[in-house]
């Protein structure tokens, strides 16, 4: 099984819709991370967690909402998608006192028609 | 605000020849460097990383890097590419959170 589990793999959904994309690791990492990739612009923070009761906005936020149910699990939550948010969404964890990076998921492909 | 830039957004390389992918840092960001792959259809993976010592850092696959204080960059190179090399590379700096450059597509031709 892979460290950092993403769900959906891929997603189409319509404009409007409520939807959540799931993260879950079993890395034992406090910190996880919400990017999403577009061509072009790299990897933008949405949101992320340092740990449970720790949530903080990224430099994208606005249209999306996190929640961090376990120290193993971040879901974000799009409640109302649009097109624009169509993208490549990953989800990372880290941990402090290694200093060796992120361990990324494998991604969600997101559409939003 | 922390930046970390990279200079190209595409290199196209023949096969065997050498490569480097440019990344040059904010002053602001904290001296932690990173250098991530992404193949097509996958998530990002490691390849190298300064946290300090050395200068130069050897990663996998080949891969090594220079971090140079005074020009602030973190230059990406390897001796002689493959085909397998085509994939999407990002620089990134700071503690956490990470700020990512925009991305190096690097193409191999054969």
């Known amino acids: 099984d892979a460290d950092v589990t993403q769900t959906p793999r891929n997603r189409i959904t319509k404009t409007g819709k409520r939807i959540m994309l799931e993260c879950s690791q079993t890395?034992?990492?406090?910190?996880m991370y919400w990017y999403r990739q577009d061509p072009g612009l790299g990897l933008r923070l949405i949101y992320y967690?340092?740990?449970?009761?720790?949530?903080n906005k990224g430099e994208i936020s606005d249209g999306y909402s996190v929640s961090r149910q376990a120290q193993a699990k971040f879901s974000l939550s799009l409640e109302s998608a649009i097109p624009n948010q169509t993208a490549l969404y990953f989800c990372?964890?880290?941990?402090?006192?290694?200093?060796?990076?992120?361990?990324f998921g494998s991604g969600t492909r997101l559409t939003v028609v | 605000a922390q930046s970390v830039t990279q200079l190209d957004s595409q290199v196209p390389v023949f096969e065997e020849a050498p490569v480097e992918l440019r990344c040059n840092y904010s002053?602001?960001?904290?001296?932690?460097l990173f250098w991530y792959v992404q193949y097509p259809n996958q998530g990002l993976q490691l390849l190298l990383k300064?946290?300090?010592?050395?200068?130069l850092v050897k990663g996998i696959n080949g891969f090594e890097a220079e971090f140079n204080k005074s020009q602030t960059s973190f230059h990406l190179r390897k001796p002689s590419v493959h085909i397998s090399d085509t994939a999407e590379y990002f620089c990134?700096?700071?503690?956490?959170?990470?700020?990512f450059g925009k991305g190096t597509r690097l193409s191999v031709i054969a």
């Open positions: 990372a964890t880290s941990d402090p006192r290694d200093r060796a990076g992120y361990t």
């Open positions: 890395k034992g990492h406090d910190r």
């Open positions: 967690s340092f740990d449970v009761k720790d949530i």
């Open positions: 002053s602001s960001v904290s001296v932690y």
């Open positions: 300064y946290l300090s010592g050395s200068t």
């Open positions: 990134a700096g700071g503690n956490t959170p990470l700020v």
